[in-house]
């Protein structure tokens, strides 16, 4: 099953949030159901994007300040629109990717409090017009977001160490949350809040329903009120 132009669905969330986890499942879901699908993470993604990845989250950019690091998110993510999405959206796929846009607002814009017009001209360069057709916000507690991301993180290595931004003080993640709550304020025809504290597959039903909503029809995500949906 594919269409003229494929359907870009964006997750985000803090720490721990169950971003991966829900993505893998989401594909298997619309696998089955017959949608060509592709998954893909930022930063990262295309071959540029992932060597910017690991000067970004190893902490190597840190040195060089905020602006820095939104500079090279920015330019990650226009070699992976480029490289990627685009091309995948153009075949008529499914693009499922972990992070995307509003990251960037949160993490470099509220926290890091970079100028918002400095914001917005990183944003009009690097993606123009494409942005996500909907955005799947996972919400969780942030101090239970960084137990499940240290959990993992040791899970997979012995000596593994928090990235970058893992390592930050639990105030600064819990901003984090706000900000991109706000961002779903803001933008209910596009943002979808997901209550990530549930169990993974009650999430996994949850975030089925809202995108099969949107394939159904641009209008059939919004409340009433005209607030973001939240399940």
Do not use: W
């Not at 993640?173 to 009650?202: M, N, T, W, Y």
């Amino acid at each position: 099953m594919t269409t003229a132009r494929g359907l870009f669905v964006t997750f985000e969330g803090g720490e721990g949030a169950g971003k991966s986890t829900q993505i893998r499942l989401l594909a298997e879901a619309l696998r089955v159901r017959g949608h060509t699908v592709v998954t893909t993470r930022e930063p990262g993604g295309s071959a540029g994007a992932e060597a910017l990845r690991h000067v970004l989250l190893s902490g190597a950019a840190e040195p060089f300040g905020v602006r820095m690091e939104a500079l090279l998110f920015a330019a990650a993510r226009a070699d992976h629109l480029d490289c990627v999405i685009r091309p995948a959206l153009a075949r008529g796929e499914t693009v499922l990717c972990d992070r995307f846009v509003d990251s960037s607002r949160v993490y470099q814009g509220v926290t890091g409090n970079l100028e918002p017009p400095l914001m917005a001209a990183l944003e009009r360069v690097s993606i123009g017009t494409s942005m996500p057709d909907v955005t799947l916000v996972l919400d969780l507690p942030a101090e239970v977001g960084l137990q499940r991301a240290r959990r993992r993180a040791g899970a997979l290595a012995e000596t593994a160490t928090p990235d970058r931004f893992e390592k930050e003080k639990l105030e600064i993640h819990e901003k984090r949350r706000q900000g991109f709550l706000d961002i779903a304020l803001r933008e209910p025809g596009r943002c979808r809040v997901i209550d990530a504290s549930l169990d993974v597959d009650h999430i996994a039903r949850d975030i089925l329903s809202e995108v099969e909503r949107v394939m159904a029809g641009p209008a059939s995500g919004q409340t009433d009120d005209g607030q973001a949906a939240r399940s």
